[in-house]
């Protein structure tokens, strides 16, 4: 079966301006979540959706927002980027979202100037 | 939030086995451990999961005391295609994936 494609792979995008990210799951699997990669911080987790419904948050500003569509589909948007938000941003989806195996993506690299 | 803490890196042979011990101090009841690897340029992959006591599949063990405080994953027999980072992450009810550990670069050497 097809695996988690996220899109764009590589994005370059000016400070202040907004980007938005897609991350299409493993198909029956309902649990999206989201992360972002950098040299610095390591892996961090942004937020899952589970069924449309944003059931957890990391600690990120709210520049930083996502939603999930009925497909289990799902798109996160980061508005006014800093130079700061450049990073691997990798979406995971899993059958549901405790105790079950989780399947990323490749990742979006996200190079902001 | 539990915290987690693994080695910055590690070298071994080819052939040899491979343990990488995380310490996640504040686990809570409900919380499960899972190792995960990845490779440059790519998302991390699975690796093996658990609660308590040992788990063993194809590729690992998961070796996880009675207090829960700590786990470790063994890579029996390495061989240079094991050359990644690898993870651990405890996983919290209803979703709660918010700690990462700092990851373990382990290099196999032949």
């Known amino acids: 079966k097809a695996g988690v494609t996220q899109t764009p792979r590589y994005l370059i995008k000016t400070r202040g301006q907004q980007v938005t990210l897609s991350c299409s799951p493993i198909?029956?699997?309902?649990?999206v979540s989201w992360y972002q990669q950098t040299p610095g911080q390591g892996l961090q987790f942004l937020f899952e959706?589970?069924?449309?419904?944003?059931?957890n948050k990391g600690n990120f500003p709210g520049r930083f927002s996502g939603r999930q569509f009925s497909n289990s589909r799902s798109e996160m948007n980061v508005s006014t980027l800093e130079l700061g938000d450049s990073a691997l941003y990798l979406c995971?989806?899993?059958?549901?979202?405790?105790?079950?195996?989780?399947?990323f993506g490749q990742g979006t690299r996200l190079t902001v100037v | 939030l539990a915290k987690t803490t693994q080695p910055i890196s590690m070298d071994s042979y080819e052939g040899q086995e491979v343990n990488i011990t995380c310490s996640h101090n504040?686990?809570?009841?409900?919380?499960?451990i899972t190792w995960y690897q990845q490779f440059p340029s790519q998302g991390p992959r699975f690796i093996i999961q658990?609660?308590?006591t040992k788990v063993t599949n194809e590729v690992a063990s998961l070796f996880i005391p009675a207090d829960r405080k700590s786990s470790t994953l063994s890579l029996p027999r390495v061989s240079l295609s094991d050359t990644a980072v690898y993870y651990c992450l405890v996983e919290g009810a209803a979703g709660n994936k918010l700690t990462f550990g700092g990851g373990t670069r382990v290099l196999v050497k032949p």
């Open positions: 995971a989806s899993s059958l549901d979202s405790w105790g079950t195996e989780a399947f």
């Open positions: 198909s029956g699997h309902r649990s």
């Open positions: 504040n686990i809570a009841t409900n919380d499960y």
């Open positions: 658990g609660y308590k």
């Open positions: 959706y589970f069924s449309e419904t944003q059931r």
